[in-house]
């Protein structure tokens, strides 16, 4: 009789037991399943680690950055080039008025770092408790007269504003609010509450006008410039515009303030200044 381990060994050989051959070939499809099953466990094996280590390589942190609205487009590129350089890091956006932001951090908003289109806002918030570093001031602005692209009502000055029957302004309680008045007051200028429309942020009370809704508005210049296409802009005069400083810092009890102050550090950081500055910001 022929050896079925020789026979196995030898795989030109042919036998001629029925029954023999049915225990031998079953042996050889279990071995030949398993040699398979053996690669394919090394194959995945192999390739599973490294992707398993890159994962944990590529764990990102997410900080959470409440800006002004008149900031987005500025810091929506911030937030790009910020992460090319620190790829472990991923910055969210809250972008709204800074009053809103500024009660929405004292109701216990999650908030990494925060940056206000003023510096008083600060104020409020280190008196309760959620600062307790001095901003930085990383960029300034000014404010421009904005009306419908044709200018139906020849408006060149401030002054003209009461030939207007809607001008939109923001809310009195934020910055650019704050910051409307008193321009309004130097050129001596009152508008009667009826004829104004009020927007909730910098940002709305732009779009007033680009659709067409109000006559003209008072809006920051960083704003009017990057609505150029839809709306004329005409300059206020440096001795009766405002100097608008804008501040950062971040909010205490971050859970992530190692990264949240290295955006801060970059924001103030020339790669930080140019990008403000191409955003029409004017930067120390």
């Not at 279990?30 to 490294?50: D, E, H, T």
């Not at 487009?73 to 992460?83: D, H, M, R, S, V």
């Not at 009766?240 to 103030?268: C, H, L, M, T």
Request: glycine fraction near 6%.
């Amino acid at each position: 009789m022929a050896n079925p381990c020789w026979g196995f060994s030898q795989t030109s050989l042919r036998t001629t037991w029925s029954s023999t051959d049915g225990v031998y070939s079953l042996t050889v499809t279990i071995l030949a399943r398993l040699r398979s099953l053996i690669v394919v466990l090394v194959v995945v094996v192999g390739v599973g680690a490294p992707a398993h280590a890159e994962q944990i390589q590529t764990k990102r942190i997410t900080i959470t950055v409440s800006a002004a609205a008149s900031l987005s487009k500025a810091y929506t590129e911030l937030g790009k080039q910020f992460e090319k350089a620190n790829p472990s890091i991923r910055v969210r956006f809250n972008f709204a008025s800074t009053a809103s932001l500024v009660s929405q951090i004292q109701s216990g908003a999650p908030t990494d770092v925060f940056a206000a289109a003023d510096l008083t806002s600060f104020d409020k918030l280190m008196a309760s408790g959620n600062v307790v570093k001095s901003p930085k001031v990383f960029a300034r602005n000014s404010l421009q007269l904005i009306v419908k692209r044709s200018n139906p009502l020849g408006v060149s000055s401030v002054t003209d504003l009461t030939k207007a029957s809607v001008v939109s302004l923001c809310a009195k309680t934020v910055p650019c609010g704050v910051y409307a008045a008193t321009v309004l007051s130097r050129y001596g200028v009152v508008i009667a509450e009826s004829k104004i429309t009020r927007g909730v942020d910098a940002t709305a009370t732009l779009n007033a006008v680009s659709t067409g809704d109000a006559d003209a508005a008072i809006v920051y210049a960083t704003d009017a410039l990057s609505a150029k296409k839809s709306v004329l802009a005409i300059a206020i005069p440096a001795s009766k515009n405002v100097n608008a400083s804008y501040g950062i810092a971040v909010i205490r009890g971050s859970k992530n303030s190692k990264q949240s102050e290295a955006f801060v550090q970059f924001v103030v950081s020339p790669a930080g200044q140019k990008v403000m500055k191409t955003f029409g910001f004017l930067v120390s």
